[in-house]
């Protein structure tokens, strides 16, 4: 019996430090490498707490949530951003045309662009006075669009 019992224990043993050495999946690996190197490169501050995948509206999503409340949306399938909602801080100028970024200068001086989404046919930016402003492709301004579409690309473009 204390032979049962020593065997039970050491095998039960056994199992928790093998358990304790698998290796865990971070939250990053759940992501498409673009999406990953994107969130190197322009947010390396930023600490995922959740990724969501979600299909809506035609649109295979990776919704990221981040320890300081912003939230960000990549195509699952391709890992691009289509769109970036920052509680803090604003969105880096290299992800914009020089073009926008002198536009919202001119017009909105002092205000930072705190938000991003990639629409058919150019961007739409939030502005850290709530307003919303959008650009076409040529870094034109346009109207700001009435669809609550996903954006996330069916026709989507990129900077």
Not at 115 to 121: E, F, M, P
Not at 134 to 153: L, M, Q, W, Y
């Amino acid at each position: 019996m204390k032979k049962t019992l020593i065997l039970f224990s050491l095998c039960i043993l056994c199992l928790g430090t093998a358990m304790a050495w698998t290796p865990t999946m971070s939250h990053s690996d759940k992501l498409p490498r673009l999406s990953r190197d994107f969130l190197h490169k322009y947010f390396p501050s930023l600490t995922i707490s959740g990724i969501e995948h979600k299909n809506a509206d035609h649109c295979d999503m990776m919704i990221v949530s981040f320890k300081d409340g912003s939230t960000m949306i990549f195509d699952a399938k391709s890992g691009d951003c289509h769109a970036i909602m920052l509680k803090s801080g604003s969105i880096p100028d290299t992800l914009l045309s020089q073009r926008v970024i002198d536009q919202v200068n001119k017009s909105y001086p002092g205000v930072k662009i705190t938000s991003l989404k990639r629409i058919k046919g150019g961007t739409c930016l939030g502005l850290s006075n709530n307003q919303q402003v959008c650009f076409d492709r040529d870094g034109k301004e346009i109207a700001v669009p009435t669809n609550k579409s996903c954006g996330c690309g069916k026709g989507a473009d990129k900077k």
